[in-house]
Protein backbone atom coordinates (compact mmCIF):
# COMPACT_ATOMS: atom_id res chain seq x y z
CA UNK A 1 0.00 0.00 0.00
CA UNK A 2 2.68 2.56 0.94
CA UNK A 3 4.46 1.51 -2.38
CA UNK A 4 1.51 2.57 -4.16
CA UNK A 5 0.76 5.89 -2.54
CA UNK A 6 4.90 6.71 -2.85
CA UNK A 7 4.38 5.57 -6.60
CA UNK A 8 1.22 7.71 -7.02
CA UNK A 9 3.23 10.82 -5.28
CA UNK A 10 5.86 10.43 -8.00
CA UNK A 11 3.85 9.41 -11.23
CA UNK A 12 1.36 13.05 -9.75
CA UNK A 13 5.00 14.95 -9.74
CA UNK A 14 6.48 13.88 -12.89
CA UNK A 15 3.08 14.37 -14.38
CA UNK A 16 3.16 18.07 -13.09
CA UNK A 17 7.09 18.82 -14.06
CA UNK A 18 5.78 17.55 -17.56
CA UNK A 19 2.97 19.75 -17.95
CA UNK A 20 4.91 22.62 -16.82
CA UNK A 21 7.77 22.10 -19.12
CA UNK A 22 5.22 22.05 -22.02
CA UNK A 23 3.39 24.59 -20.96
CA UNK A 24 6.85 26.50 -21.15
CA UNK A 25 7.58 25.02 -24.65
CA UNK A 26 5.49 27.26 -26.30
CA UNK A 27 7.16 30.54 -25.12
CA UNK A 28 9.81 31.72 -26.84
CA UNK A 29 11.11 33.92 -23.60
CA UNK A 30 9.23 35.45 -20.30
CA UNK A 31 9.81 38.86 -18.91
CA UNK A 32 9.65 39.39 -15.33
CA UNK A 33 8.77 36.83 -12.52
CA UNK A 34 5.58 38.90 -11.08
CA UNK A 35 2.18 37.36 -10.12
CA UNK A 36 0.76 39.37 -12.62
CA UNK A 37 1.08 37.03 -16.12
CA UNK A 38 -0.07 37.15 -18.90
CA UNK A 39 0.83 36.39 -23.01
CA UNK A 40 1.68 38.19 -25.84
CA UNK A 41 1.74 37.21 -29.50
CA UNK A 42 4.25 39.06 -31.78
CA UNK A 43 6.72 38.88 -34.43
CA UNK A 44 9.33 41.18 -35.30
CA UNK A 45 9.34 43.29 -31.65
CA UNK A 46 9.88 40.04 -29.88
CA UNK A 47 12.64 38.62 -32.35
CA UNK A 48 14.74 41.92 -32.37
CA UNK A 49 14.27 42.30 -28.31
CA UNK A 50 12.19 45.54 -27.93
CA UNK A 51 9.67 43.74 -26.16
CA UNK A 52 11.86 42.63 -23.87
CA UNK A 53 12.70 45.91 -23.02
CA UNK A 54 9.21 47.00 -22.76
CA UNK A 55 8.42 43.47 -20.85
CA UNK A 56 11.20 43.96 -18.34
CA UNK A 57 10.23 47.47 -17.50
CA UNK A 58 6.25 46.86 -16.84
CA UNK A 59 7.19 43.82 -14.89
CA UNK A 60 8.76 45.90 -12.63
CA UNK A 61 6.11 48.18 -12.49
CA UNK A 62 3.47 46.34 -12.04
CA UNK A 63 4.74 42.86 -10.59
CA UNK A 64 3.68 41.57 -13.86
CA UNK A 65 5.15 38.29 -15.97
CA UNK A 66 4.74 38.61 -19.92
CA UNK A 67 4.90 35.27 -21.52
CA UNK A 68 5.97 35.99 -25.26
CA UNK A 69 4.64 33.43 -28.14
CA UNK A 70 6.67 34.17 -31.39
CA UNK A 71 4.05 34.25 -34.00
CA UNK A 72 3.57 36.50 -37.02
CA UNK A 73 0.94 38.79 -37.63
CA UNK A 74 -1.83 36.80 -39.10
CA UNK A 75 -1.06 33.42 -36.70
CA UNK A 76 -1.15 36.01 -33.79
CA UNK A 77 -4.27 36.63 -34.56
CA UNK A 78 -5.71 33.92 -34.98
CA UNK A 79 -4.23 32.72 -31.47
CA UNK A 80 -6.18 36.08 -29.96
CA UNK A 81 -9.28 34.87 -31.71
CA UNK A 82 -8.83 31.27 -30.08
CA UNK A 83 -7.89 32.68 -26.85
CA UNK A 84 -4.61 31.29 -26.34
CA UNK A 85 -2.86 34.30 -25.84
CA UNK A 86 -4.13 37.25 -24.16
CA UNK A 87 -2.86 40.32 -26.24
CA UNK A 88 -1.00 40.95 -29.92
CA UNK A 89 1.07 43.48 -31.53
CA UNK A 90 0.49 43.14 -35.25
CA UNK A 91 0.54 44.80 -38.96
CA UNK A 92 -2.27 43.99 -40.32
CA UNK A 93 -5.15 47.13 -40.41
CA UNK A 94 -7.56 45.20 -42.32
CA UNK A 95 -7.98 42.21 -40.26
CA UNK A 96 -7.30 43.97 -36.99
CA UNK A 97 -10.57 46.59 -37.82
CA UNK A 98 -11.83 43.04 -38.56
CA UNK A 99 -11.01 41.76 -35.45
CA UNK A 100 -12.56 44.59 -32.98
CA UNK A 101 -15.73 44.50 -35.41
CA UNK A 102 -16.18 41.12 -34.75
CA UNK A 103 -15.83 41.93 -30.94
CA UNK A 104 -13.16 39.65 -30.15
CA UNK A 105 -10.71 42.09 -29.42
CA UNK A 106 -10.90 45.75 -28.04
CA UNK A 107 -8.04 48.28 -27.26
CA UNK A 108 -6.86 48.71 -30.67
CA UNK A 109 -3.90 51.18 -30.02
CA UNK A 110 -1.43 52.85 -32.49
CA UNK A 111 1.99 52.06 -31.01
CA UNK A 112 4.34 52.65 -33.79
CA UNK A 113 5.83 51.70 -37.01
CA UNK A 114 8.51 50.59 -39.50
CA UNK A 115 8.53 50.39 -43.09
CA UNK A 116 9.38 47.61 -45.46
CA UNK A 117 12.12 47.57 -48.26
CA UNK A 118 13.21 45.68 -50.72
CA UNK A 119 16.53 43.98 -51.00
CA UNK A 120 18.25 41.76 -53.30
CA UNK A 121 21.73 41.42 -54.94
CA UNK A 122 23.96 44.63 -55.94
CA UNK A 123 23.90 43.77 -59.36
CA UNK A 124 19.69 43.97 -59.03
CA UNK A 125 18.91 41.72 -62.08
CA UNK A 126 15.21 43.10 -62.28
CA UNK A 127 16.66 47.03 -62.34
CA UNK A 128 14.01 47.77 -59.31
CA UNK A 129 16.55 50.16 -58.19
CA UNK A 130 14.69 52.24 -61.44
CA UNK A 131 11.44 51.70 -60.41
CA UNK A 132 8.70 54.23 -60.13
CA UNK A 133 6.60 52.39 -57.23
CA UNK A 134 6.65 48.76 -55.45
CA UNK A 135 4.43 47.95 -57.58
CA UNK A 136 6.41 48.81 -60.71
CA UNK A 137 9.55 46.81 -58.32
CA UNK A 138 7.51 43.80 -58.31
CA UNK A 139 5.92 43.55 -62.25
CA UNK A 140 10.27 44.10 -63.02
CA UNK A 141 11.01 40.90 -60.19
CA UNK A 142 8.22 39.16 -62.18
CA UNK A 143 9.27 39.88 -65.74
CA UNK A 144 12.82 38.98 -65.54
CA UNK A 145 11.99 35.79 -63.57
CA UNK A 146 14.51 36.94 -60.67
CA UNK A 147 14.76 34.87 -57.98
CA UNK A 148 12.52 36.02 -54.56
CA UNK A 149 11.41 34.86 -51.35
CA UNK A 150 8.06 34.97 -50.12
CA UNK A 151 7.73 33.92 -46.78
CA UNK A 152 4.26 32.29 -47.55
CA UNK A 153 3.10 31.94 -43.73
CA UNK A 154 0.08 34.45 -43.60
CA UNK A 155 2.49 37.12 -41.79
CA UNK A 156 1.75 40.71 -42.18
CA UNK A 157 4.55 41.08 -44.18
CA UNK A 158 3.14 38.17 -46.49
CA UNK A 159 -0.31 40.18 -46.40
CA UNK A 160 1.41 43.04 -47.67
CA UNK A 161 3.59 41.27 -50.26
CA UNK A 162 0.56 39.52 -51.53
CA UNK A 163 -1.34 43.39 -51.57
CA UNK A 164 1.44 44.54 -53.65
CA UNK A 165 1.43 41.26 -56.39
CA UNK A 166 -1.94 42.11 -56.73
CA UNK A 167 -1.95 45.91 -56.91
CA UNK A 168 0.94 44.71 -59.77
CA UNK A 169 -1.40 42.33 -61.46
CA UNK A 170 1.02 40.04 -60.99
CA UNK A 171 -0.04 36.18 -60.27
CA UNK A 172 3.50 34.84 -58.71
CA UNK A 173 4.23 31.28 -59.51
CA UNK A 174 6.97 29.25 -61.14
CA UNK A 175 10.71 28.56 -59.97
CA UNK A 176 11.88 31.81 -59.43
CA UNK A 177 8.91 32.72 -56.63
CA UNK A 178 10.15 30.59 -53.44
CA UNK A 179 8.09 30.06 -50.62
CA UNK A 180 10.12 29.49 -47.19
CA UNK A 181 7.15 29.46 -44.38
CA UNK A 182 10.09 31.03 -42.14
CA UNK A 183 10.28 34.01 -39.92
CA UNK A 184 11.77 37.25 -41.39
CA UNK A 185 15.56 36.74 -40.41
CA UNK A 186 15.35 33.71 -41.71
CA UNK A 187 14.14 34.35 -44.82
CA UNK A 188 16.22 37.39 -45.31
CA UNK A 189 19.39 34.83 -44.52
CA UNK A 190 17.64 32.45 -47.42
CA UNK A 191 17.77 35.99 -49.78
CA UNK A 192 21.20 36.54 -49.26
CA UNK A 193 22.60 33.13 -49.18
CA UNK A 194 21.38 32.55 -53.08
CA UNK A 195 20.97 35.81 -54.06
CA UNK A 196 17.52 36.52 -54.59
CA UNK A 197 14.83 39.52 -53.58
CA UNK A 198 13.07 40.06 -50.64
CA UNK A 199 10.72 42.68 -48.63
CA UNK A 200 11.96 42.81 -45.54
CA UNK A 201 10.97 45.24 -42.46
CA UNK A 202 13.40 48.26 -41.75
CA UNK A 203 14.12 47.05 -37.96
CA UNK A 204 15.09 43.84 -38.86
CA UNK A 205 17.09 45.22 -41.81
CA UNK A 206 18.66 47.59 -39.53
CA UNK A 207 19.44 45.09 -37.12
CA UNK A 208 21.07 42.20 -39.52
CA UNK A 209 22.27 44.27 -42.63
CA UNK A 210 25.83 43.63 -40.94
CA UNK A 211 25.26 39.72 -41.31
CA UNK A 212 23.88 40.07 -45.29
CA UNK A 213 26.64 41.30 -47.53
CA UNK A 214 25.30 39.91 -50.76
CA UNK A 215 22.10 42.44 -50.08
CA UNK A 216 21.46 46.05 -50.37
CA UNK A 217 18.26 47.99 -50.25
CA UNK A 218 17.05 48.46 -53.68
CA UNK A 219 13.75 49.99 -53.21
CA UNK A 220 11.85 51.95 -50.91
CA UNK A 221 9.97 54.78 -49.75
CA UNK A 222 6.32 53.80 -51.29
CA UNK A 223 3.81 55.36 -48.81
CA UNK A 224 2.01 51.77 -49.70
CA UNK A 225 4.95 49.39 -47.81
CA UNK A 226 4.93 51.79 -44.52
CA UNK A 227 3.99 49.88 -41.85
CA UNK A 228 2.12 50.36 -38.92
CA UNK A 229 2.15 48.53 -35.71
CA UNK A 230 -1.14 48.38 -33.35
CA UNK A 231 -1.77 46.25 -30.25
CA UNK A 232 -4.80 44.63 -29.69
CA UNK A 233 -6.02 42.67 -26.03
CA UNK A 234 -9.01 40.29 -25.19
CA UNK A 235 -12.42 41.64 -24.02
CA UNK A 236 -11.98 41.89 -20.36
CA UNK A 237 -12.84 38.73 -18.35
CA UNK A 238 -12.17 36.56 -21.55
CA UNK A 239 -9.19 35.48 -20.35
CA UNK A 240 -7.02 35.22 -17.00
CA UNK A 241 -4.77 37.99 -18.21
CA UNK A 242 -7.03 40.50 -20.54
CA UNK A 243 -6.68 43.62 -17.44
CA UNK A 244 -3.02 43.09 -17.05
CA UNK A 245 -3.07 43.04 -20.57
CA UNK A 246 -4.76 45.90 -21.81
CA UNK A 247 -2.51 47.72 -18.79
CA UNK A 248 0.59 46.85 -20.69
CA UNK A 249 -1.23 48.46 -23.82
CA UNK A 250 -1.15 51.53 -21.92
CA UNK A 251 1.97 51.23 -20.80
CA UNK A 252 3.44 51.13 -24.44
CA UNK A 253 1.26 53.87 -25.55
CA UNK A 254 2.25 56.14 -22.71
CA UNK A 255 5.06 58.63 -23.27
CA UNK A 256 7.88 56.09 -20.70
CA UNK A 257 6.72 53.14 -23.14
CA UNK A 258 6.91 55.61 -26.51
CA UNK A 259 10.50 56.53 -25.77
CA UNK A 260 11.86 53.30 -25.31
CA UNK A 261 10.29 52.14 -28.30
CA UNK A 262 11.78 55.39 -30.39
CA UNK A 263 15.08 55.16 -29.01
CA UNK A 264 15.37 51.57 -29.13
CA UNK A 265 18.20 50.35 -31.07
CA UNK A 266 20.34 54.04 -31.39
CA UNK A 267 23.19 53.41 -29.24
CA UNK A 268 23.73 49.89 -31.19
CA UNK A 269 23.38 50.51 -34.61
CA UNK A 270 23.00 54.10 -34.63
CA UNK A 271 19.75 54.71 -35.46
CA UNK A 272 15.90 53.43 -33.97
CA UNK A 273 14.40 50.18 -35.09
CA UNK A 274 11.41 51.86 -35.29
CA UNK A 275 9.48 55.01 -34.90
CA UNK A 276 6.91 55.75 -32.38
CA UNK A 277 2.97 56.47 -32.68
CA UNK A 278 3.33 59.83 -33.05
CA UNK A 279 5.33 59.82 -36.34
CA UNK A 280 2.92 56.89 -37.33
CA UNK A 281 -0.13 58.30 -37.38
CA UNK A 282 0.50 60.04 -40.80
CA UNK A 283 0.21 56.51 -41.95
CA UNK A 284 -2.64 54.71 -40.13
CA UNK A 285 -5.79 53.83 -41.11
Not at 89 to 98: G, L, N, S, T
Not at 182 to 210: C, H, P, Q, V
Request: glycine share 10%; net charge positive.
Amino acid sequence: MRRKIIFSIMWLALVGFVTTSMAQDQYAAVYGNGSNAFSLATGSPGELGLLKVLGETFATQENAQLKWQKAGSGKSLQLLKDKKVDMIMVHAPAAEEKAVAEGWAIKRTLIGSNEFYIVGPAADPAGIAQAKSVADAYARIAEAKAKFFSRGDNSGTHKKELAVWEKAGVKPAGDWYIITKDFMTATLKRANDEGGYFMTDSSTWIAEKGNMPKLKILFQGDKFIINTYHALCQPQGVTEGAAIAGKFINFVASEQGQAIIRNYGKKEYGEGLYNDAAYAVQFDH
